[in-house]
């Protein structure tokens, strides 16, 4: 089993910066694919942003929803078994709760799609102010 526990989440004003945590454990060697999810209010939950671990486990390569390219940056401390997402320039459209998700298998032409994913977080609320 894979546990997957997030923090970080919290109030912030428009243009302010907030950093997400996810940090995993259980069976997470064969994890080759981690993920960050939303959900904001009334909406169904949308794909923010996937890490793929390659077989050598060195190299990763990352895939950005189009909406914070440029804004929001996924990386990972191994030694922690954590994920990390710094937000930057945050809008009031990026309040949400957002998940992490992981799971063994990289679908290369769906990871957007939540339901390829088999470990989820609790989810942690991020709210944007005005």
């Known amino acids: 089993q894979v546990q997957l526990v997030e923090s970080g989440g919290g109030l912030v004003q428009a243009g302010g910066s907030l950093r997400l945590s996810c940090t995993t454990s259980?069976?997470?060697?064969?994890?080759?694919?981690m993920a960050w999810f939303r959900q904001p209010p009334g909406k169904e939950r949308e794909f923010v942003v996937a890490?793929?671990?390659?077989?050598?486990?060195?190299?990763?390569?990352?895939y950005y929803t189009d909406s914070v390219k440029g804004r929001f940056t996924i990386s990972r401390d191994n030694a922690k078994n954590t994920v990390y997402l710094q937000m930057n320039s945050l809008k009031p459209e990026d309040t949400a709760v957002y998940y992490c998700?992981?799971?063994?298998?990289?679908?290369?032409?769906?990871?957007?799609?939540?339901?390829?994913?088999?470990?989820w977080g609790q989810g942690t609320q991020v709210t944007v102010s005005s």
């Open positions: 890490t793929r671990r390659t077989a050598d486990r060195i190299y990763y390569t990352t």
């Open positions: 998700a992981a799971d063994e298998t990289w679908y290369s032409t769906s990871y957007t799609d939540s339901r390829k994913y088999d470990y």
């Open positions: 259980g069976r997470t060697l064969n994890l080759v694919a």
